[in-house]
């Protein structure tokens, strides 16, 4: 199972990663970043680890880790 970080106060809140989610597990959240921004959330247990997410999100503020690279 994937481990996401997501870095809320990065978040512009374009919704790039939420029309790329193929599981539509990211929407956004209730809260508002520093910059006045609704940041993302995701359903880990939606998600499956594809990086689409990654892949398009212009701001980098998210990072995606499977279980054998955190175990080291």
């Known amino acids: 199972m994937p481990k996401v ?3 809320e106060e990065k978040c512009k809140g374009c919704g790039y990663c939420i029309n790329g989610c193929p599981k ?3 929407q956004f959240g209730d809260k508002f970043n520093r910059e006045g921004y609704k940041s993302i959330i ?3 247990s939606g998600c499956i680890g ?3 997410c990654y892949t398009i999100c212009p701001d980098n503020v998210i990072e995606i880790y499977n279980n054998a690279a955190m175990e080291g």
């Open 5 to 7: 970080v997501i870095f």
């Open 42 to 44: 995701i359903d880990e």
């Open 50 to 52: 594809c990086g689409n």
């Open 24 to 26: 539509k597990a990211i």
